[in-house]
C-alpha cells in the first residue's frame, strides 16, 4: 500500500523543468536566439514579427517588430544565458526561461515593452505587460496587431494560395486603378488581392519598402 501511495504521489508532483542550452546567445528575433547550436523559443513571451508595423498616436507608422528585435538584440547578443527547458515546440525549437546574469529574460524583455505576455501559455509576466502598457514605453506607446493575430491572419493568406516568398516579405503591392498600393496582412481586402509580377505587381518585406517604391498604404 505504502508502495502505491508513493508512485501516486509522484505521477501528480510537477514535472521539473529540464536543463536547457547554456551558452553565448545569437538574437534572431525578439523572442527567440540560437544558443548552443540550438534555437531557443522564450517561454511565456510573444514578441512582435519583424515584418509588423506600428502606428503612432500622430498617425505615423513605424516598423516596430524590426525595431524591437534591435533592441532586444542590443542588450543580449552575445551574452551568456542559462536556460530551463519547458518544452519543445512544432517546429523542433527548444521553448524555455532563460536568465542572463541572474535575471529573467523574458521579464526584462515584457517590462521594457519589447514583447507581450504570451498569456495561452503562462501568467507570470501578465503584471509586467500591464506596467510596461501603463507606462507606454516600448511597443505599448503605438498601436499594434497582437503578434498572435498577425502570424494567424498570415496563415489564412497561405491557405488560401496568396502565401508570400519569404515569411517577412508579406506586404502585397498591388496595382490597380486606384494607383500603386500596398496591402497588410490586417487590411480589409488582403486575402482577396493576388499578385502578378507580369504586371508590375510585387511583394515588400517593409513598409518603408514599400513606400520608397512608390506605393501608398491602403486605407482600409
Not at 12 to 35: K, Q, S, W, Y
Not at 121 to 139: C, R
Not at 173 to 193: V, W
Amino acid at each position: 500500500m505504502f508502495r502505491f501511495c508513493s508512485i501516486l504521489l509522484l505521477a501528480l508532483m510537477p514535472v521539473a523543468a529540464l536543463a536547457g542550452p547554456d551558452g553565448r546567445l545569437r538574437v534572431i528575433d525578439g523572442d527567440t536566439f540560437e544558443i548552443a547550436g540550438q534555437t531557443v523559443r522564450l517561454h511565456g513571451v510573444d514578441a512582435l514579427e519583424n515584418g509588423q508595423t506600428c502606428t503612432t498616436d500622430q498617425g505615423t507608422l513605424w516598423e516596430c517588430g524590426a525595431w524591437t528585435t534591435q533592441e532586444v538584440r542590443a542588450r543580449f547578443q552575445g551574452r551568456y544565458a542559462t536556460c530551463e527547458q519547458v518544452d519543445i515546440d512544432r517546429y523542433n525549437r527548444v521553448v524555455a526561461r532563460c536568465a542572463v546574469d541572474g535575471n529573467d529574460m523574458g521579464r526584462t524583455i515584457v517590462r521594457a515593452g519589447l514583447a507581450t505576455a504570451y498569456r495561452r501559455y503562462s501568467m507570470a509576466y501578465d503584471l509586467d505587460e500591464k506596467a510596461a502598457a501603463v507606462a507606454a514605453i516600448g511597443i505599448w506607446s503605438a498601436q499594434f496587431t497582437a503578434p498572435a493575430t498577425f502570424r494567424a491572419d498570415r496563415r489564412a493568406a497561405n491557405q488560401q494560395g496568396t502565401a508570400a516568398p519569404t515569411e517577412n516579405c508579406i506586404i502585397k503591392g498591388n496595382i490597380s486603378r486606384s494607383g500603386r498600393i500596398y496591402h497588410m496582412p490586417h487590411n480589409r481586402d488582403y486575402d482577396r488581392t493576388r499578385i502578378n509580377p507580369a504586371n508590375g505587381e510585387r511583394w515588400f518585406c517593409t513598409e518603408a519598402e514599400a513606400r520608397a517604391a512608390g506605393w501608398r498604404a491602403a486605407r482600409n
